[in-house]
């Protein structure tokens, strides 16, 4: 149910602002919803925002979707 849900709102985030990726933040002890995610198409990034990190949803493989560069 959760999926079907999750699908629904991609579609309609897709008809209202075209496809385009699609970023969420999960955070790093949020073991249950990693998994729903990548199970669901997201990829996980390498970085992280505090104690989460950020997921990707990609349109096919025709978009390259760069991470801003973070100064220390």
Known sequence: ???EILE???QLVYRDFGKRPI???CHKDNIQAE???LRHG???MDVMEGNDYL???KIHQLITFR???RSL
Do not use: D, E
């Open 1 to 3: 149910m959760g999926g």
């Open 8 to 10: 629904k709102t991609i």
């Open 23 to 25: 970023a969420l933040r």
């Open 35 to 37: 998994r729903f995610y």
């Open 42 to 44: 997201f990829k996980k």
């Open 55 to 57: 997921l990707f949803f």
């Open 67 to 69: 991470l801003p560069q």
